[in-house]
């Protein structure tokens, strides 16, 4: 599977940003999905995923409340709906397929920036 992310910027404090990540060449319901970022000078980390069959859903503490992942299984798109948001959620944000214990995944889409501002 191929993984497109978009949707990426530079928003003040309180705005809301979505990102969306579009994949290609199987469908993202054969995998467990997630966003990964990475703050600069930091390590990546794990800010939502999603099981592949039963959507369930995972939220780092610090997103929780305020981050909403989806999937639109006809579109095979996987979102982030980020509102709140805080200048401590600016990274770089990875979508990810085949995610699995460790803060890993087997496929990775290229990253995109979230700069927010205070």
């Known amino acids: 599977v191929q993984l497109q992310a978009y949707g990426g910027g530079s928003v003040q404090a309180g705005e809301s940003l979505r990102l969306s990540c579009v994949a290609t060449g199987r469908p993202l319901s054969d995998y467990a999905t997630g966003w990964f970022r990475q703050p600069p000078g930091k390590a990546r980390e794990l800010v939502a995923s999603m099981t592949w069959r039963v959507g369930k859903v995972f939220y780092a503490d610090s997103v929780k409340g305020r981050f909403t992942i989806s999937r639109d299984n006809a579109k095979n798109t996987l979102y982030l709906q980020m509102n709140s948001l805080k200048p401590e959620d600016t990274a770089v944000y990875f979508c990810?397929?085949?995610?699995?214990?460790?803060?890993?995944?087997?496929?990775w889409g290229q990253g995109t920036l979230v700069t927010v501002s205070s």
């Open positions: 990810a397929a085949g995610v699995n214990a460790g803060n890993k995944a087997d496929y």
